[in-house]
């Protein structure tokens, strides 16, 4: 929890309702920071929660992903508009049910792309999670298996093409990185 700490004073400072992107890449552990500021979230209404895994369209889908975010997500409820996100079915390779988002809950998403800068105005605290290359493939490959490991090279080319494109570390409010040597849990960056 402790750890926690300068992300939840974010939080707090954003105010009732905000937009939370959490971005790093593949294996840093976003999703477990996510579901740990969901468990300690210091508002009233617990916040929805959208993985950018349950949007990409294949493992050639980032680019994709961060546009459905930004038109589909980001954009109207930023207006005050309905906003809804598309499952992408990883096992019949189509998409899948929308899901509706209620505008009154706060809301964070994480997963690789979410610091894309059209999000920046769109949301309140934008989180980076970094990780050292290692450590983070290996988390990758023992939460997805042969799955992830016939296509961690193809990943890898996403991000980095991202990476270039977006810049999206600079973007961030708060930066956090993955422990390292073995442990669990994360440190704050300076």
Known sequence: MVLLAPLLQAVAAAGSNPVVLIDGPSGAGKSTLADALRRHWPGPHTPQLVRMDDIYPGWDGLDAAVCHLHRYVLQPRHRGLPAAWQR??????????????????????????????AHE?????????????????????????????????????????????????????????????????????P
């Open 121 to 189: 105005p769109l949301s309140h605290v934008r989180v980076w999670l970094a990780a050292d290359d290692a450590l983070r493939k290996q988390r990758a490959l023992d939460r997805d298996g042969e799955a992830f490991r016939t296509h961690w090279d193809q990943w890898q080319q996403e991000w980095a093409t991202y990476l270039k494109q977006e810049g999206p570390e600079p973007r961030a409010t708060v930066r956090l990185r993955a422990g390292s040597s073995g442990r669990r849990g994360l440190d704050c960056l």
């Open 88 to 117: 992408y079915d990883w096992t019949a390779s189509q998409a899948a049910e929308w899901n509706l988002l209620d505008a009154a809950r706060p809301l964070i998403v994480e997963g690789c792309g979410t610091l894309a800068a």
